[in-house]
């Protein structure tokens, strides 16, 4: 018994000894902020659009339809095509709306669109390239010359059909940039999953009878799980940009947007250029914090770019 005792207290700090300590989520936080400058700046730009978005209310200070009035003079006018100021961070537009309030608010439009947008372009995109690249053969064939002549379509004369067409409102739209989607999610991940198919956890579970939909639920889909979180994460900075391009051009929905803004600031510019340089910047950082993000994950979940 004292033997056995030794021998398991032996073991047991043999185990100690060799365990890796487990380093704290603030100290593998900022390792990964030094290695990779760019995406923690992406971090930061996308956690700031996520908190102007949710905190609207709190972190715009006016309602998006909010007058900026100029009451020093012993009475009150409206500020039209105004400067910064302290009441005013990025100036006023031509009605004397709040250039700020409007970009905070416009946030939640973007940040709806390209979500909702990419979800639904993802899943039914994952859909249709799991059975494209599972099944082979005619049925992929046929998937992927419909996949081809959508593509060849140009997507901007595509979303100014749908939207003239249908009722002008943010679920069209929505629906309208998710079809775009589509095509451009199921070949990436088609090609992934053409590599997956072959290996041989999925030869084994083919040899042992599973069915077709039990493999691709089980043993393909969870290891694309990395593409498809990567273009999910560069597709939100072009939806987000798509949907800017069309209200420049008055076609989407009515609402606080960043591309009306621009819009509306382009008639100003020798004026009041700020309000066109501000709503700018605003589709400018956000594009680019969701495809530094895009390009972070790639980094961080493919393990041959791994150091």
């Known amino acids: 018994m004292q033997g056995s005792g030794a021998m398991t207290t032996g073991v047991l700090v043999l ?24 995406g923690t700046l992406s971090a930061v730009i996308i956690v700031l659009l996520v908190v102007a978005a949710l905190g609207a209310p709190v972190v715009a200070r006016y309602d998006s339809e909010t007058i900026v009035e100029d009451c020093s003079r012993g009475y009150c006018s409206i500020v039209q095509n105004g ?41 039914i995109g994952v859909f249709i390239a799991l059975i494209s690249a599972y099944a082979r053969g005619n049925a992929d064939l046929i998937i ?19 939207v003239t067409m249908t009722e002008a ?4 739209l929505i629906i309208a940039l998710g079809i775009i989607a589509v095509p451009s999610v199921s070949r990436i991940v088609r090609s992934v999953i053409l590599q ?6 999925v030869e084994a579970a083919r040899v042992i009878g ?24 560069i597709g939100i900075g072009v939806v987000i940009l798509a949907e800017a391009s ?14 009306q803004m621009l819009a509306e600031g382009r008639q100003f510019l020798l004026v009041s250029p700020w309000q066109a340089l501000f709503s ?13 993000a895009g390009d972070a994950l790639r980094d961080i979940l493919d393990p041959r770019l791994r150091v």
């Open 15 to 38: 185990e100690r000894e060799f365990l890796a300590p487990r380093r704290p989520w603030w100290r593998t936080a900022g390792r990964l902020a030094v290695r990779k400058p760019l």
């Open 83 to 123: 400067p910064p100021t302290g009441a005013a961070w990025f100036g006023t537009d031509f009605q004397g709306h709040d250039n700020y309030a409007r970009i905070v608010w416009g946030s939640q439009r973007s940040l709806e669109v390209g979500l909702l947008s990419l979800t639904m372009g993802t899943v």
């Open 144 to 162: 992927q010359r419909f996949m081809d002549a959508f593509q060849a379509f140009p997507p901007l004369l595509f979303l100014i059909l749908m």
């Open 169 to 172: 409102n943010i679920r069209n």
């Open 196 to 201: 997956v198919r072959e290996m041989p956890y």
């Open 210 to 233: 599973a069915s077709a939909p039990r493999i691709m639920a089980r043993h393909i889909l969870p290891n694309i799980m990395a593409p498809i979180i990567i273009v999910f994460s």
């Open 246 to 259: 069309l209200s420049f051009l008055l076609l989407a929905p009515p609402g606080v947007s960043w591309g």
């Open 280 to 292: 700018g910047m605003a589709i400018t950082l956000a594009v680019l914090g969701f495809n530094l």
